[in-house]
Protein backbone atom coordinates (compact mmCIF):
# COMPACT_ATOMS: atom_id res chain seq x y z
CA UNK A 1 0.00 0.00 0.00
CA UNK A 2 0.83 3.30 -0.79
CA UNK A 3 0.49 6.30 1.26
CA UNK A 4 0.87 10.09 0.60
CA UNK A 5 1.22 12.19 3.42
CA UNK A 6 1.87 15.69 4.15
CA UNK A 7 3.89 17.39 6.60
CA UNK A 8 2.23 20.99 6.76
CA UNK A 9 4.67 23.99 7.04
CA UNK A 10 6.14 24.12 10.49
CA UNK A 11 8.25 21.23 11.60
CA UNK A 12 5.95 19.82 13.89
CA UNK A 13 2.62 19.58 11.59
CA UNK A 14 2.13 16.36 10.81
CA UNK A 15 -0.82 14.26 12.34
CA UNK A 16 -0.91 11.98 15.00
CA UNK A 17 -2.14 9.36 12.48
CA UNK A 18 0.31 10.39 9.94
CA UNK A 19 2.69 9.76 12.54
CA UNK A 20 1.47 6.13 13.45
CA UNK A 21 0.65 5.01 10.56
CA UNK A 22 4.80 5.95 9.17
CA UNK A 23 5.87 3.55 11.73
CA UNK A 24 4.45 0.49 9.85
CA UNK A 25 5.70 1.73 6.80
CA UNK A 26 9.28 2.48 4.91
CA UNK A 27 9.68 6.15 4.52
CA UNK A 28 10.80 8.43 1.92
CA UNK A 29 10.61 12.47 1.38
CA UNK A 30 10.52 14.60 -1.54
CA UNK A 31 11.70 18.06 -0.89
CA UNK A 32 11.95 19.43 -3.84
CA UNK A 33 7.90 20.73 -4.89
CA UNK A 34 8.10 22.75 -1.29
CA UNK A 35 10.67 23.43 1.19
CA UNK A 36 11.30 21.16 3.54
CA UNK A 37 14.92 21.79 6.08
CA UNK A 38 16.51 19.27 8.00
CA UNK A 39 15.57 19.92 11.20
CA UNK A 40 12.23 18.97 10.15
CA UNK A 41 12.98 15.58 8.51
CA UNK A 42 15.02 15.17 12.07
CA UNK A 43 12.06 16.08 13.79
CA UNK A 44 9.73 12.92 11.90
CA UNK A 45 12.58 10.58 12.48
CA UNK A 46 12.74 10.72 15.98
CA UNK A 47 8.43 10.97 16.02
CA UNK A 48 8.82 7.66 14.00
CA UNK A 49 11.88 5.64 15.11
CA UNK A 50 12.96 5.30 11.85
CA UNK A 51 15.19 7.21 9.89
CA UNK A 52 14.10 9.30 6.12
CA UNK A 53 15.03 8.56 2.52
CA UNK A 54 15.08 11.54 0.74
CA UNK A 55 14.12 11.09 -2.56
CA UNK A 56 15.60 12.72 -5.80
CA UNK A 57 13.62 14.45 -8.91
CA UNK A 58 14.51 11.64 -10.67
CA UNK A 59 13.42 8.93 -8.70
CA UNK A 60 9.82 10.48 -8.57
CA UNK A 61 9.84 11.51 -11.98
CA UNK A 62 12.27 9.34 -13.76
CA UNK A 63 11.95 5.80 -11.51
CA UNK A 64 8.50 6.59 -10.01
CA UNK A 65 7.23 2.89 -11.02
CA UNK A 66 9.72 1.25 -9.32
CA UNK A 67 8.85 3.59 -6.19
CA UNK A 68 5.09 2.20 -6.58
CA UNK A 69 6.33 -1.08 -7.19
CA UNK A 70 7.30 -1.40 -3.74
CA UNK A 71 4.08 -0.96 -2.47
CA UNK A 72 2.93 -3.41 -3.79
CA UNK A 73 4.48 -5.84 -1.18
CA UNK A 74 4.89 -3.64 1.90
CA UNK A 75 3.62 -0.37 3.11
CA UNK A 76 5.81 2.59 1.66
CA UNK A 77 5.32 6.58 2.87
CA UNK A 78 5.82 9.66 0.96
CA UNK A 79 6.43 12.31 2.85
CA UNK A 80 5.28 15.55 0.93
CA UNK A 81 5.62 19.36 2.23
CA UNK A 82 2.66 21.37 2.82
CA UNK A 83 -0.92 19.27 1.55
CA UNK A 84 -0.64 16.44 -0.89
CA UNK A 85 -2.30 16.77 -4.22
CA UNK A 86 -1.27 20.21 -4.38
CA UNK A 87 2.15 19.89 -6.70
CA UNK A 88 1.45 18.04 -10.05
CA UNK A 89 4.18 15.75 -9.32
CA UNK A 90 1.76 14.27 -6.30
CA UNK A 91 -0.76 13.64 -8.77
CA UNK A 92 1.24 11.98 -10.96
CA UNK A 93 2.56 9.89 -8.10
CA UNK A 94 -1.19 8.48 -7.42
CA UNK A 95 -1.87 8.10 -10.99
CA UNK A 96 1.02 5.58 -11.41
CA UNK A 97 -0.28 3.57 -8.07
CA UNK A 98 -3.85 3.49 -9.48
CA UNK A 99 -2.68 1.98 -13.19
CA UNK A 100 -0.42 -0.60 -11.21
CA UNK A 101 -2.94 -1.44 -9.23
CA UNK A 102 -1.53 -0.18 -5.38
CA UNK A 103 -4.14 1.11 -3.00
CA UNK A 104 -3.44 4.46 -1.79
CA UNK A 105 -3.99 6.70 0.97
CA UNK A 106 -3.86 10.51 1.42
CA UNK A 107 -2.90 12.17 4.69
CA UNK A 108 -3.60 15.79 4.24
CA UNK A 109 -1.86 18.44 6.31
CA UNK A 110 -1.60 22.64 6.22
CA UNK A 111 -0.64 24.13 2.96
CA UNK A 112 0.97 27.14 2.16
CA UNK A 113 -1.86 28.42 -0.42
CA UNK A 114 -4.77 28.25 2.97
CA UNK A 115 -2.38 29.59 5.14
CA UNK A 116 -1.16 32.56 2.97
CA UNK A 117 -5.03 33.26 2.17
CA UNK A 118 -6.04 33.32 5.95
CA UNK A 119 -3.28 35.55 7.33
CA UNK A 120 -3.58 38.42 4.10
CA UNK A 121 -6.76 38.84 5.94
CA UNK A 122 -8.99 38.76 2.21
CA UNK A 123 -11.72 36.60 1.95
CA UNK A 124 -11.36 33.50 0.51
CA UNK A 125 -14.49 33.19 -2.29
CA UNK A 126 -12.69 36.31 -3.77
CA UNK A 127 -9.53 34.12 -5.24
CA UNK A 128 -9.29 33.64 -9.13
CA UNK A 129 -6.66 31.66 -11.05
CA UNK A 130 -2.82 30.73 -9.04
CA UNK A 131 -0.13 31.35 -11.52
CA UNK A 132 3.61 31.57 -10.87
CA UNK A 133 6.55 33.74 -11.73
CA UNK A 134 9.07 31.63 -13.24
CA UNK A 135 13.32 32.26 -13.18
CA UNK A 136 14.32 34.30 -16.40
CA UNK A 137 16.88 32.82 -18.46
CA UNK A 138 18.85 34.21 -21.64
CA UNK A 139 16.61 32.03 -23.38
CA UNK A 140 13.50 31.37 -21.39
CA UNK A 141 11.52 34.98 -20.12
CA UNK A 142 8.04 34.15 -19.46
CA UNK A 143 5.23 37.13 -18.75
CA UNK A 144 2.33 34.86 -19.69
CA UNK A 145 1.57 34.92 -15.55
CA UNK A 146 0.37 38.35 -16.10
CA UNK A 147 -2.69 37.65 -18.13
CA UNK A 148 -3.51 35.42 -15.25
CA UNK A 149 -3.30 38.81 -12.73
CA UNK A 150 -4.96 40.86 -15.64
CA UNK A 151 -7.89 38.74 -15.46
CA UNK A 152 -8.41 38.17 -11.83
CA UNK A 153 -8.48 42.23 -11.58
CA UNK A 154 -10.88 42.31 -14.46
CA UNK A 155 -13.51 40.34 -12.64
CA UNK A 156 -12.75 41.72 -9.23
CA UNK A 157 -10.25 38.93 -7.87
CA UNK A 158 -7.22 38.60 -5.87
CA UNK A 159 -4.54 36.59 -7.07
CA UNK A 160 -2.38 34.26 -5.42
CA UNK A 161 1.18 34.64 -7.61
CA UNK A 162 3.40 31.57 -6.15
CA UNK A 163 7.21 31.99 -6.89
CA UNK A 164 9.70 30.01 -8.87
CA UNK A 165 11.00 27.66 -6.21
CA UNK A 166 14.62 26.26 -7.02
CA UNK A 167 15.74 22.87 -4.21
CA UNK A 168 18.98 23.06 -4.86
CA UNK A 169 19.18 27.09 -3.18
CA UNK A 170 16.54 26.23 -1.12
CA UNK A 171 14.71 28.84 -1.54
CA UNK A 172 11.85 30.99 -3.61
CA UNK A 173 12.91 33.58 -6.56
CA UNK A 174 14.03 36.41 -4.90
CA UNK A 175 11.71 39.09 -4.40
CA UNK A 176 13.44 41.88 -6.44
CA UNK A 177 13.46 39.62 -9.51
CA UNK A 178 9.77 38.74 -9.14
CA UNK A 179 9.14 42.21 -8.70
CA UNK A 180 11.81 42.76 -11.60
CA UNK A 181 9.81 40.89 -13.83
CA UNK A 182 6.12 41.98 -12.90
CA UNK A 183 6.97 45.16 -13.91
CA UNK A 184 8.55 43.65 -17.17
CA UNK A 185 5.71 42.16 -18.09
CA UNK A 186 3.14 45.11 -16.99
CA UNK A 187 5.70 47.33 -19.71
CA UNK A 188 4.70 44.42 -22.26
CA UNK A 189 1.10 44.13 -21.56
CA UNK A 190 0.43 47.84 -21.18
CA UNK A 191 -2.58 47.16 -19.10
CA UNK A 192 -2.44 49.61 -16.21
CA UNK A 193 -2.16 46.57 -13.43
CA UNK A 194 1.45 47.22 -12.05
CA UNK A 195 2.72 50.24 -10.78
CA UNK A 196 5.39 51.28 -8.29
CA UNK A 197 2.11 52.13 -6.41
CA UNK A 198 0.62 48.84 -6.23
CA UNK A 199 0.01 47.44 -2.79
CA UNK A 200 1.17 43.48 -2.34
CA UNK A 201 0.93 41.19 -0.13
CA UNK A 202 4.72 39.00 0.23
CA UNK A 203 4.27 35.74 2.20
CA UNK A 204 7.89 33.96 3.44
CA UNK A 205 7.94 30.80 5.20
CA UNK A 206 4.54 31.02 6.28
CA UNK A 207 3.91 28.98 9.73
CA UNK A 208 7.56 28.41 10.05
CA UNK A 209 11.14 29.58 11.12
CA UNK A 210 12.35 32.75 9.74
CA UNK A 211 8.98 34.04 8.93
CA UNK A 212 7.51 37.23 7.31
CA UNK A 213 4.72 38.67 6.10
CA UNK A 214 4.39 42.49 4.50
CA UNK A 215 1.83 44.34 3.11
CA UNK A 216 3.67 47.05 1.05
CA UNK A 217 3.95 49.17 -2.03
CA UNK A 218 5.68 47.59 -4.53
CA UNK A 219 8.17 49.70 -4.47
CA UNK A 220 8.76 49.37 -0.87
CA UNK A 221 8.66 45.64 -1.61
CA UNK A 222 11.98 45.89 -3.91
CA UNK A 223 14.22 46.25 -0.40
CA UNK A 224 13.03 43.19 1.18
CA UNK A 225 15.66 41.01 1.66
CA UNK A 226 14.46 37.44 2.66
CA UNK A 227 15.97 34.05 3.47
CA UNK A 228 15.90 30.46 2.28
CA UNK A 229 12.09 29.24 1.83
CA UNK A 230 9.31 29.50 0.27
CA UNK A 231 7.78 32.98 -1.08
CA UNK A 232 4.28 34.15 -2.47
CA UNK A 233 2.99 37.24 -3.65
CA UNK A 234 -0.77 38.14 -3.38
CA UNK A 235 -1.91 41.14 -5.69
CA UNK A 236 -5.45 41.80 -4.76
CA UNK A 237 -8.16 43.52 -6.55
CA UNK A 238 -10.47 45.91 -4.85
CA UNK A 239 -10.44 45.36 -1.10
CA UNK A 240 -13.63 45.60 0.48
CA UNK A 241 -14.41 47.53 3.79
CA UNK A 242 -14.42 44.27 6.00
CA UNK A 243 -11.38 43.39 4.41
CA UNK A 244 -9.55 46.66 4.97
CA UNK A 245 -10.90 46.05 8.91
CA UNK A 246 -8.93 42.43 9.04
CA UNK A 247 -5.70 43.63 7.45
CA UNK A 248 -5.57 46.48 9.74
CA UNK A 249 -5.50 44.75 12.32
CA UNK A 250 -3.03 41.87 10.98
CA UNK A 251 -0.44 44.80 9.20
CA UNK A 252 0.78 48.07 9.61
CA UNK A 253 -1.10 49.69 6.87
Same mark, same amino acid.
Given at each position: ????? *?? $?????????????????????? %?????????? &?? %?????????????? /??????????? =?????? *???????? $?????????????? /??? @??? $???????????? =? /??????? $???????????????? #??????????? +?????????????????????????????????????????????????????????????? *?????? !????????? #???? *??????????? !???? &?? +?? @? #?????
Amino acid at each position: MLFLI *GT $GLSYNDMSLSSIEICKSCDVYI %ERYTSYVNDK &KI %EFIERQIGKSITVL /SRSDLEENLNE =IVKLAK *GRKIAILV $GGDPLTATTHKIIF /SEA @AKQ $GVETKIYHSSSI =I /SAAIGES $GLDFYRFGQICTISRW #SDKYKPVSFYE +TIERNFRNDLHSIVLLDYDPKQEKSLDINDAIEILEKAEAHYKKGVINETTRIFVIHNISMD *GEEKHF !TRLKQAKGL #SLGN *GMTLIIVPSKI !TDVE &KE +TI @A #SLYEV
